[in-house]
């Protein structure tokens, strides 16, 4: 068994739906066949006995066969001239008593002396049977009387020949057959044809996942109906959509690199620049002027800082949605704002820094979203003039930082977001153009939104907002 389920299995999908629909119609087509061939078969015998009730109810029938047999053997009465029937009866001993007419003699059974000797003797008893040719037939035992001569009970027996009857039902069984064999090969026929059509679908689709494994070419679309709400439609569309999002995530992965090594280029060019100096000095024997020498080796310690900066913010954006599935919880926003203004204060001593905070949680991915608020805090240190001031509240689920420096203009506010974008007045400056971006995203991710806009009197205010959630429950303290 299981090996035919494993062949079936090994069977293309078309090839199994035909078989199915084949054997769902042979299981009805035999289910219909064989409850006909049995109504038709009682029908029949119900007609059979009818007739054998009507002869045995034709007035004087039963009476001159029971004077025949019991008070006159030699009288011969014909019954039912002329007609192909037995007639004969029986008693609980002796052989039965044959009418001149009948046809020949049937076989008598333990079941027809139980008519003579049972208490319901009024009742009459049909069955199936034979004569003394092995013949079929059917029988009417219908009791009679007692025979005052030896004192036994004496029933008719009337049977008529099945001959016609069977051979109505073999060809009735036969035309059945036949009916059923043609309409399960027809089935079978459409089941494959209907298979196919409707599997034409998944036929484009498959050549168009070995065309996409095959060339890697992401444009391959399957034409879907409109109004189509099938499975196969359905599983189109997903197709289609995946395919957008691969080559969606293809291009901006090829963009990614590219400007990842565009902004690469710079630090690694004074890097080697600064480095071969360095080198070029030890080699000749001649010595860097002091001064020279620590300014080349702060740049170099910058440019490594700056390397090492970029780095972390490509890794930040090549981490997919699983980890950072992985990683979220409710945290405290103002707890996270308040570890991000530590980091910022010191980036900017010179900087005063308020802060009014309110409590909010929110569901994001605690690392996450505290580097994001010191990227926007990073940006308005930057940004700010010396003793300048940094304004940063927190309520409601709105966050803003508002610096006093020199603002965005408003037709690169679009571009703030992008990768490596960077304003032409901020090229001088630190930073790899990534980290607005990174805020961007983190801020989505966690179901809020984040806009940059100019402030009133001069500056930058950025908002930040995030959706709240549950307060989580108080830890229990430690014993």
């Known amino acids: 068994m299981s090996r035919v389920l494993r062949r079936f299995r090994s069977l293309p999908i078309r090839s199994r739906l035909a078989l199915l629909v084949a054997a769902a119609v042979a299981f009805a087509v035999a289910a219909v ?60 001993k002796g052989a039965p008593c044959v009418d001149p007419t ?38 009417l035992t219908v009791f009679l009387g007692v025979d005052q001569n030896d004192s036994q009970g004496v029933a008719v027996q009337l049977a008529v020949s099945l001959k016609g009857t069977k051979s109505t039902l073999n060809e009735l069984a036969l035309i059945l057959l036949l009916v059923s064999g043609i309409g399960v090969v027809g089935a079978g026929a459409a089941g494959l044809a209907v298979a196919r059509a409707g599997l034409r679908p998944v036929d484009k689709l498959t050549e168009a996942v070995e065309h996409v494994a095959r060339t890697e070419d992401l444009t391959v679309r399957i034409p879907v109906e409109d109004e189509s709400e099938d499975e196969v439609a359905r599983l189109s569309r997903s197709f289609n959509s995946m395919n957008s999002a691969l080559a969606s995530s293809r291009d901006l992965q090829q963009q990614l690199i590219a400007d990842a090594g565009h902004e690469l280029r710079t630090p690694l060019t004074s890097l ?106 990073d940006n308005a240190v930057k940004f700010s003039p010396e003793s300048g001031t940094v304004e940063v509240a927190l309520n409601d689920g709105v966050l803003t930082v508002r610096d006093h420096g020199p603002g965005i203009p408003a037709d690169e506010l679009p571009h703030v977001f992008d990768r490596f974008w960077r304003s ?55 014993e």
Not at 427 to 439: F, K, M, N, T, W
Request: proline letters at 6%.
């Open 33 to 92: 066949s064989v409850t006909c061939w049995f109504i038709v078969q009682g029908k029949l015998y119900e007609q059979v006995d009818a007739d054998l009730k009507e002869m045995a109810q034709r007035p004087g029938t039963v009476s001159a066969l029971l004077q025949r047999c019991t008070q006159n053997p030699q009288e011969n009465i014909q019954m039912f001239p002329g007609r192909n029937n037995y007639v004969q009866a029986i008693k609980e």
């Open 102 to 139: 009948s046809t020949g003699t049937v076989n008598a059974t333990a079941s027809d002396k139980d008519v003579i000797k049972g208490a319901d003797r009024g009742k009459a008893y049909f069955r199936n049977g034979t004569d003394e040719d092995g013949n079929a037939v059917r029988v």
């Open 272 to 377: 080697r620049t600064n480095i071969e100096l360095l080198t070029r000095s030890e080699e000749t024997g001649r010595p860097i002027p002091e001064a020279d020498r620590k300014a080349l080796l702060a740049s170099v310690k910058a440019q490594m800082t700056e390397l090492a900066s970029l780095i972390g913010d490509l890794q930040e954006l090549s981490r997919s949605e699983g980890q950072r599935g992985e990683r979220v919880q409710v945290i405290s926003l103002e707890d996270t704002v308040e570890a991000a203004l530590r980091r910022a204060r010191l980036r900017g001593p010179e900087l005063t820094i308020t802060a009014d905070l309110h409590p909010w949680y929110v569901r994001a991915e605690p690392a996450a979203l505290e580097r994001a608020v010191v990227n926007i805090l």
């Open 424 to 478: 032409p007045g901020a090229r001088a400056l630190p930073g790899s153009g990534l980290g607005l971006s990174i805020v961007a995203r983190t801020v989505e991710q966690a179901g809020g939104e984040v806009t940059l806009a100019r402030a009133e009197g001069g500056g930058t205010v950025a908002t930040v907002r995030l959706p709240g959630a549950p307060t989580p429950p108080p830890a229990e303290p430690q």
